[in-house]
Protein backbone atom coordinates (compact mmCIF):
# COMPACT_ATOMS: atom_id res chain seq x y z
CA UNK A 1 0.00 0.00 0.00
CA UNK A 2 1.41 3.29 -0.89
CA UNK A 3 -0.53 6.51 0.18
CA UNK A 4 0.49 10.36 -1.70
CA UNK A 5 -0.51 12.99 1.17
CA UNK A 6 -1.29 16.39 -0.45
CA UNK A 7 -3.48 19.58 -0.29
CA UNK A 8 -1.32 21.70 2.50
CA UNK A 9 0.12 25.02 2.34
CA UNK A 10 -0.19 28.27 4.63
CA UNK A 11 -3.81 30.08 5.12
CA UNK A 12 -4.92 32.47 8.21
CA UNK A 13 -6.88 31.90 10.67
CA UNK A 14 -10.14 31.08 10.36
CA UNK A 15 -8.95 29.87 6.47
CA UNK A 16 -9.91 26.26 4.87
CA UNK A 17 -8.02 23.94 3.24
CA UNK A 18 -8.96 20.49 2.41
CA UNK A 19 -6.23 17.81 2.25
CA UNK A 20 -6.16 14.67 0.41
CA UNK A 21 -4.72 10.93 1.06
CA UNK A 22 -4.44 8.54 -2.16
CA UNK A 23 -3.81 5.03 -1.87
CA UNK A 24 -2.49 2.80 -4.44
CA UNK A 25 -1.41 -0.91 -4.28
CA UNK A 26 -3.42 -3.79 -2.61
CA UNK A 27 -6.23 -1.22 -1.03
CA UNK A 28 -9.59 -3.05 -1.19
CA UNK A 29 -9.44 -4.54 1.97
CA UNK A 30 -8.40 -1.22 3.96
CA UNK A 31 -10.01 -1.39 7.50
CA UNK A 32 -9.39 2.22 8.62
CA UNK A 33 -7.89 5.54 7.17
CA UNK A 34 -6.44 7.88 9.45
CA UNK A 35 -4.96 11.12 9.58
CA UNK A 36 -2.76 12.67 12.40
CA UNK A 37 -0.35 15.18 12.25
CA UNK A 38 2.49 16.26 14.41
CA UNK A 39 3.52 19.55 15.68
CA UNK A 40 7.20 20.98 16.93
CA UNK A 41 8.04 19.11 19.82
CA UNK A 42 4.60 17.33 20.28
CA UNK A 43 3.18 13.78 19.71
CA UNK A 44 1.86 12.89 16.81
CA UNK A 45 -1.86 12.82 17.75
CA UNK A 46 -5.19 10.99 15.80
CA UNK A 47 -7.38 13.59 13.68
CA UNK A 48 -9.89 11.58 12.52
CA UNK A 49 -10.50 8.11 11.24
CA UNK A 50 -13.25 6.61 8.97
CA UNK A 51 -13.58 3.04 8.50
CA UNK A 52 -14.47 1.01 5.44
CA UNK A 53 -18.23 1.29 6.75
CA UNK A 54 -17.92 4.72 6.63
CA UNK A 55 -17.96 5.80 10.37
CA UNK A 56 -16.47 8.53 11.67
CA UNK A 57 -14.47 9.30 14.82
CA UNK A 58 -12.65 12.58 15.22
CA UNK A 59 -10.10 14.20 18.17
CA UNK A 60 -12.42 16.36 20.41
CA UNK A 61 -10.23 19.29 19.29
CA UNK A 62 -11.13 19.36 15.90
CA UNK A 63 -15.19 18.52 16.24
CA UNK A 64 -17.07 20.54 14.36
CA UNK A 65 -14.42 21.98 12.80
CA UNK A 66 -12.95 19.33 10.56
CA UNK A 67 -14.63 16.84 8.00
CA UNK A 68 -13.03 13.47 6.98
CA UNK A 69 -14.72 11.49 3.92
CA UNK A 70 -14.20 9.33 1.06
CA UNK A 71 -16.66 7.95 -1.69
CA UNK A 72 -15.42 4.34 -2.00
CA UNK A 73 -12.31 1.84 -1.33
CA UNK A 74 -11.15 3.10 -4.44
CA UNK A 75 -10.89 6.80 -3.97
CA UNK A 76 -8.66 9.59 -1.71
CA UNK A 77 -9.59 10.01 1.89
CA UNK A 78 -10.10 13.68 2.21
CA UNK A 79 -9.80 16.11 5.12
CA UNK A 80 -12.05 19.22 5.03
CA UNK A 81 -10.29 21.39 7.48
CA UNK A 82 -12.41 24.63 8.36
CA UNK A 83 -12.27 27.66 10.78
CA UNK A 84 -8.54 26.85 11.17
CA UNK A 85 -6.73 27.74 14.34
CA UNK A 86 -3.02 28.50 14.32
CA UNK A 87 -2.97 25.40 17.30
CA UNK A 88 -3.71 23.62 13.98
CA UNK A 89 0.46 24.12 12.15
CA UNK A 90 1.31 20.62 11.85
CA UNK A 91 2.54 18.16 9.69
CA UNK A 92 -0.64 15.92 8.68
CA UNK A 93 0.15 12.35 7.36
CA UNK A 94 -2.47 9.67 6.57
CA UNK A 95 -2.40 6.56 7.74
CA UNK A 96 -3.75 3.06 6.34
CA UNK A 97 -4.93 -0.60 8.40
CA UNK A 98 -4.77 -3.33 6.42
CA UNK A 99 -5.10 -6.78 8.00
CA UNK A 100 -3.26 -4.87 11.21
CA UNK A 101 -0.44 -3.79 9.16
CA UNK A 102 -0.20 0.39 9.05
CA UNK A 103 0.80 1.91 6.37
CA UNK A 104 2.07 5.75 6.13
CA UNK A 105 2.07 8.43 3.55
CA UNK A 106 5.17 11.48 3.26
CA UNK A 107 3.28 13.89 5.22
CA UNK A 108 2.04 17.24 4.07
CA UNK A 109 2.28 20.68 6.36
CA UNK A 110 -0.01 22.97 7.04
CA UNK A 111 0.64 26.26 8.48
CA UNK A 112 -1.80 28.17 10.11
CA UNK A 113 -0.98 32.13 11.05
CA UNK A 114 -2.75 34.36 13.22
Known amino acids: VQLQASGGGEVQAGGSLRLSCAAS????????MTWYRQSSGKRRELVAT???????TYADSVKGRFTISRDNARTPVYLQMNSLKPEDTAVYYC?????????WGQGTLVTVSS
Open 95 to 103: NAVLYGANY
Open 25 to 32: GSITNISY
Open 50 to 56: ISSGGST
